[in-house]
C-alpha cells in the first residue's frame, strides 16, 4: 500500500525570484528621446529666432518642436491600416494639435489643428520646415493644411 501525506503540498511558485528575472527596460528613456526633451526645455538660445508666448511661458525652440512633431506623425503614418488617419499629438508648451492624414496620388495630406490659436500662428510660420521634415521621413511629398491659421 502507498503512504500519502497529510500535510498540505506547497503551491506552484507563479512569480520567479526578483533574481532570475531578465532586467527590463520599461522605465528607462531612450537617450536620443531623452536629448530630445532636455533641448525643449533648455534655457539656450541656440537655434532659436523670435519666441512667441503661450500663458506666460517661453516658446521652446522650432527647430525641436519640428523633431516632436515629425517623430510623433511619422511613425504613426507608416504603421496605419485605415485612413484617413485620425491622430492627437502633444507638444510641450505648445499643447494639442489633432492631425487627420490622408494619402493622395504620390503624396501625404496633413491637416493639423491647433487646439491654440499661439500654436496655430506657430504653425503657420513654420509649415514649409515642417513639410520638409515629414517629406524627408515619410520618402513622399506631404502637403500640409493649417485649417484654423485664418481664424486665428
Request: hydrophobic share 40%.
Amino acid at each position: 500500500m502507498t503512504q500519502v501525506s497529510n500535510t498540505p503540498t506547497e503551491p506552484p511558485r507563479l512569480r520567479e525570484s526578483r533574481e532570475e528575472r531578465e532586467p527590463s527596460t520599461a522605465g528607462v528613456v531612450m537617450w536620443e528621446q531623452g536629448r530630445l526633451f532636455a533641448r525643449l526645455f533648455t534655457d539656450n538660445d541656440e537655434d532659436t529666432g523670435a519666441r512667441g508666448s503661450l500663458s506666460g511661458a517661453r516658446a521652446p525652440s522650432g527647430v525641436a518642436m519640428l523633431e516632436a512633431l515629425a517623430e510623433q506623425l511619422a511613425p504613426r503614418i507608416q504603421a496605419a491600416a485605415q485612413w484617413p488617419l485620425q491622430a492627437v499629438l502633444y507638444l510641450p508648451r505648445l499643447g494639442r494639435i489633432n492631425a487627420s492624414v490622408r494619402r493622395e496620388r504620390g503624396a501625404w495630406a496633413i491637416e493639423l489643428d491647433a487646439e491654440h490659436d499661439a500654436t496655430a500662428r506657430w504653425l503657420s510660420g513654420v509649415r514649409q520646415q515642417c513639410e520638409d521634415r515629414l517629406a524627408g521621413a515619410l520618402g513622399q511629398p506631404v502637403s500640409l493644411l493649417l485649417p484654423n491659421v485664418g481664424c486665428a
